[in-house]
């Protein structure tokens, strides 16, 4: 039977590594641009080669180099190439499992070789971690790559499904009762030498796989790229083809649009003979057809005048080679006879040499347009006139109430130009929009409105008459401002001297209701007592009793009659002051003398406050108005309080003295505080009501104090009481 040298075996496959090395750095060098994974393939073969290289320097080097160091790298390598082929295939995944398994072979390999030596666990660990990298690189070649390449990577997947059988066939034998392993690798027997022969032909077979793969790509690139450049080849001609037939037609096209132009278009040479022509401008020279245009000029249709301003103008542009846009010329209709102007643009076509060769004139009417600017300068005019001569305020706003425009009279008005601005920011002093302000509802068209606005221009009230508009194009209002301030003050005016006379009329009634029913209760009074004191066997008891009636009512009588000569005097303006020193404190104290016992009758507390002494408080007064209007106070705060306090004094104040009468009575409501210094007024008016009086009493004091250079107020709350205040110059 043929033994195997193993070590021989392991040089031989050192060797062939080593060539099949040379040949894959080969492949890199002329494919490592066109693609991807080549590097990875020269440094798989390299780490395997120089693997094989320490396995047989083995028993010359130490052992955890050419076993545990050795192996590491063959396995690395195997790592390696499998990275290369994904990236060829651009299908590149995540190698940390790769990595671990790496990690995890290096130890179990470096345990059984320095710490329990142990050549059969070591053979396993090999075939082992082999066998799962070979596995996950025949998967990738038959599998993950796309299918259209798998052609190409299909005997090299066909190579590591051999790798993957020679691994499993190698993991059989150590199975219990398998073959015996030796304890040296290179005195191993005849099978491990077939299995190392076995890899030493799958890796020649690896080699040829790669190049037959990389070369089939080549191919296979370069037959599309042909295909692709012949492609583009047809693809040229046809866009050729098409870019004649659109040329072609885009002539067409051009000549079409140019004959059936509205506007007058024509091409000449450097004599000004017509090259071309259209209808439109076949139409203004007068020619019937193009071919009658042809080759002719200007004056071979029109007159010599406006021939020559048009051929004048040609030369200037052919002459200077610059061209002339949308200048205004004028002629006449060579059929009608009629101005026709229009806007005409001269454009000179250069040589290969930049000089004028041809020339392009187009001409544009604008008669229409002249004689409707003419009309619109015409309307312009008289707008701008009526709105001069409205005598209101005009304004356009938008829908945000910006101002668009506004008249003269505006101006004047408001006394700005307001243009961009809000409008109620110019119109009200609080900058806030109008209450009935038509904006907040919406512009409407076609109808036109009226509204009152309040406090434009602070406190001027106008009449605003608006309608919807389109203004520069936008939805807009029209605004006229009609001042009504006059006229409203007018109304008002009126409406308060109908309302003061009627209340004049009603007090007056009232006062002549109160005044018969004041004068007729003391006279009734003094006829009747007059007339029982003249009866027989009165006794002096009664006697002075009915005495006392008759002067009280005789006095009351007197103070009514009095106070209707002092608003008699008033009216008349014939009331006349007696002004002198007064001593304040004396007259306040005759005033409480007076009054202290008609109080302690109502049980009543009243008391006064008095400052300084007799000669410090004096001034300059009409005593007797004063101590009238004090009484009268006085009188009103005993007659409306039913329980509690009266009481009065004075105190200086800002420079005048200022008398005060205060009481803890009905009160007065608010609403009436004013209207009790009127004429003839009483809160309560009616029949029945329960205090007496005429409603002259207030009224006169106003007018007294305000006869002395004073003011007079009342401070109340109805059930608590009233304070009345009389300050007079000092």
Not at 313 to 332: C, P
Not at 566 to 593: C, D, F, H, P, Q
Request: charged share 25%; aromatic share 10%.
């Amino acid at each position: 039977m043929v033994s195997f040298d193993m070590r021989t075996i392991i040089l031989s496959f050192l060797l062939t590594y080593l060539v099949c090395t040379i040949v894959i750095f080969i492949l890199w060098v002329q494919y490592h641009n066109r693609y991807k994974g080549t590097a990875h393939q020269v440094l798989n073969f390299a780490l395997q080669t120089l693997g094989l290289l320490l396995i047989v320097l083995r028993g010359r080097i130490p052992d955890w180099i050419s076993v545990d160091l050795a192996n590491t790298m063959i396995i690395a390598g195997i790592i390696t190439g499998y990275m290369g082929l994904e990236a060829y295939a651009g299908k590149k995944s995540n190698q940390l499992h790769n990595f671990i398994l790496l990690a995890v072979f290096t130890l179990i390999h470096t345990w059984f070789t320095l710490v329990d030596p142990d050549l059969s666990a070591r053979n396993l660990n090999i075939s082992v971690t082999s066998l799962i990298l070979f596995f996950q690189c025949a998967w990738l070649m038959l599998y993950r790559v796309p299918r259209k390449d798998i052609s190409m990577t299909h005997p090299i997947g066909l190579v590591f499904v051999a790798f993957c059988l020679v691994c499993l066939t190698n993991i059989l034998k150590f199975i219990p009762g398998g073959k015996e392993i030796p304890v040296d690798y290179f005195d191993a027997g005849r099978f491990d030498s077939i299995v190392v022969i076995l890899y030493h032909m799958l890796v020649i077979l690896l080699t040829y796989s790669l190049v037959l793969m990389y070369s089939k790509n080549l191919l296979s690139d370069i037959r599309s790229e042909e295909e692709k450049r012949l492609l583009s080849n047809i693809e040229k001609e046809t866009e050729q083809q098409k870019y004649h037939e659109l040329i072609r037609y885009e002539r067409n096209l051009l000549r079409t649009l140019i004959d059936n132009m509205p506007d007058p278009v024509s091409v000449k040479d450097r004599d000004g003979h017509f090259l071309l022509i259209n209808n439109a401008h076949l139409e203004v020279i007068g020619a019937e057809s193009q071919e009658e245009a042809i080759g002719k000029s200007i004056f071979d249709f029109l007159p010599g005048n406006v021939a020559k301003l048009c051929d004048d103008a040609d030369k200037h542009v052919m002459s200077t080679g610059k061209m002339i846009l949308d200048r205004v010329e004028s002629s006449f209709h060579i059929e009608t006879g009629f101005p026709y102007h229009h806007l005409t643009s001269r454009i000179p076509i250069p040589d290969t040499e930049g000089k004028p060769l041809q020339l392009i004139t187009i001409s544009h009417d604008i008669t229409d347009k002249k004689r409707a600017e003419e009309i619109h300068r015409d309307n312009a005019e008289f707008n701008r006139s009526l709105l001069k001569t409205i005598p209101f305020g005009m304004d356009i706003v938008d829908e945000e109430g910006t101002i668009l425009f506004l008249n003269d009279n505006f101006r004047e008005l408001f006394g700005t130009d307001s243009i961009g601005k809000k409008c109620w920011d110019v119109y009200r002093e609080d900058k806030k929009q109008c209450v009935n302000c038509p904006l907040t509802k919406g512009i409407v068209y076609g109808k036109t409105e009226k509204y009152e606005s309040h406090g434009v221009l602070g406190d001027r009230v106008f009449d605003i008459y608006h309608t919807g508009m389109k203004y520069q194009g936008r939805k807009a209002m029209l605004e006229i401002f009609h001042d009504i301030t006059d006229h409203k003050n007018s109304e008002d005016e009126l409406i308060r001297s109908k309302e003061k006379a009627e209340e004049s009329d009603r007090l007056k009634t009232a006062f002549l209701h109160n005044v018969s029913h004041e004068i007729r209760t003391p006279m009734n009074a003094i006829v009747g007592f007059t007339t029982l004191l003249g009866e027989p066997g009165i006794t002096p008891e009664n006697h002075r009793s009915y005495l006392e009636i008759v002067t009280q009512s005789s006095n009351h009588l007197l103070s009514i009659v009095t106070d209707i000569i002092e608003i008699s005097n008033l009216e008349a303006g014939k009331m006349k002051l007696n002004m002198s020193k007064v001593n304040i404190n004396s007259t306040l104290e005759r005033l409480y003398k007076q009054f202290n016992p008609i109080a302690a009758n109502k049980g009543l507390e009243f008391k006064h406050e008095t400052s300084g002494s007799d000669k410090e408080e004096y001034f300059y007064t009409d005593n007797t108005k004063l101590f009238q209007v004090l009484s009268n106070l006085l009188g009103n705060a005993i007659k409306f309080t039913m329980d509690g306090y009266i009481k009065f004094g004075y105190k200086r104040k800002d420079g005048n003295i200022e008398f005060y009468v205060s009481d803890s009575g009905i009160g007065i409501p608010d609403d009436q505080q004013m209207k009790v210094f009127e004429r003839f007024y009483q809160v309560d008016s009616s029949e029945n009501r329960e205090y007496e009086g005429t409603g002259l009493g207030l009224s006169l004091s106003k007018a007294y104090i305000e006869l002395l250079g004073g003011k007079i107020r009342v401070k109340s709350e109805v059930g608590k009481g009233s304070s009345f205040f009389v300050s007079l110059p000092c």
